[in-house]
């Protein structure tokens, strides 16, 4: 990219997307943080209406205790259940899911029937039929007050469970979103490189001297060349030199783009081996293998494997995160480690997989041909894991979605 104003588009077109990202990131964090404060608040009220529920019932116990007075415990029943029908409907209001909305119409209705109960018990209780006052409210009350507050906690349970699916979706959605952002940079970057072109040699010249003319004879004369050196045979014209081609790229930037568009269209695992070939190819690696963190970020595990035995992983165990390497160093810092080949042994490279919540993996890689030390296969590589760290995403999602599998 040779032309100043291509340049200055790609240059456009990176710092959009960087732009796009910081965004992204800072328009999800802020949701993310609203939606926590929202449910704090729906679980606060949620129990306070489980206390004003049971509030309710020990005030109409209060009918039938010795001493006190029917009038102050009448009126105390009415003013906390008009509490309690303000608290239901702004949690209705602020529900996320169906199944948290029909709980708190079940726990309206066990309410709405133990007022109508109440209004009962208080007739008996004007009456001085306290036998008959004690019945309904320790037998009725007590059910309908406890059907209430079981409705209230279901619907809590079913709120928080939809708002933790919801926060895992919008995670993951984040998470793909940057992946796609830093390919675009990186491409970009990339084609922002100067290429150098290797131009062929100038054609030489044919050896010169100065020119002698022979005596003037009538009508004609002779024109004779006269070399420098006096040379045994005469001196051949040499071939011009055929034009050298231009060197061809270290990386198929198309190859790097189908396979990243593969990766993020990965069906199941089983299309992973393949996937997984192709990178080495890209990558011109003799080996692959990829680590994933356990959910507590402490060590590394081998998922996948390529270019190896097949019961390589169970020799290879698991890595420290401390560990005295490059797989383990790359882990920790979130930067690209390269080991040098020799004539010994070949090269070696330890790409991070990135994530929103931070590194969740690395993409280790044999190379071939010195390839540790060319820039456009770091590159490609860094682009590739990129995309992987959107399959494997971050340890804590990865994990409650074990335990409810």
Not at 67 to 79: C, H, K, M, S, Y
Not at 243 to 266: F, I, K, N, Y
Not at 278 to 290: F, K
Request: glycine share 6%.
């Amino acid at each position: 990219m040779s032309r100043l104003s291509i340049r200055l588009s790609l240059l456009v077109i990176c710092l959009a997307a960087a732009g796009g990202a910081v965004f992204l990131l800072w328009s999800s964090s802020r949701t993310a943080a609203n939606d926590r404060a929202a449910a704090r608040a729906f679980a606060d009220n949620a129990r306070r209406t489980t206390v004003a529920i049971a509030d309710l019932r020990a005030a109409q116990q209060s009918y039938v205790a010795i001493g006190q007075g029917e009038d102050f415990w009448f009126a105390r029943v009415t003013a906390i259940k008009t509490e309690i029908d303000d608290r239901i409907a702004a949690l209705r209001a602020g529900a996320r899911a169906a199944e948290t909305a029909t709980e708190l119409d079940l726990a309206a209705t066990a309410l709405q029937e133990f007022m109508q109960m109440d209004l009962r018990a208080r007739d008996l209780r004007r009456g001085r039929q306290l036998s008959q006052t004690s019945d309904m409210v320790y037998a009725d009350g007590l059910d309908l007050t406890k059907k209430a507050a079981d409705a209230i906690e279901r619907a809590l349970t079913a709120d928080t469970v939809a708002r933790d699916t919801q926060a895992a979706a919008e995670g993951q959605q984040q998470a793909t979103m940057s992946g796609a952002a830093a390919a675009v940079m990186l491409l970009t970057l990339l084609l922002l490189v100067p290429v150098q072109r290797s131009y062929p040699e100038p054609i030489a010249s044919l050896p010169t001297g100065p020119i002698v003319f022979d005596a003037p004879k009538p009508r004609t004369h002779t024109v004779r060349v006269v070399p420098k050196a006096a040379p045994s045979e005469a001196p051949s014209a040499q071939p011009p030199p055929q034009s050298q081609p231009e060197p061809r790229p270290a990386v198929d930037l198309d190859r790097v783009a189908t396979l990243c568009r593969d990766l993020a269209r990965v069906p199941d695992t089983q299309a992973l081996p393949a996937l997984l070939e192709r990178t080495a190819a890209v990558l011109d690696a003799s080996g692959l293998v990829v680590w994933i963190a356990d959910p507590d970020g402490r060590e590394l595990s081998p998922i996948l494997i390529h270019g190896y035995p097949p019961k390589l992983a169970t020799r290879l165990g698991t890595i420290a995160k401390d560990a005295g390497n490059v797989t383990a160093a790359a882990f920790r810092t979130g930067l690209l480690q390269t080991v040098k080949g020799d004539a010994v042994s070949a090269g070696a490279i330890a790409v991070p997989l990135i994530a929103v919540s931070g590194c969740v993996g690395v993409m280790a890689a044999e190379m071939k041909n010195g390839g540790e030390q060319q820039g456009p296969l770091l590159a490609a590589a860094s682009i590739v894991a990129s995309q992987l760290a959107t399959l494997v995403g971050p340890p804590s999602a990865r994990s409650r979605n074990e335990a409810a599998s």
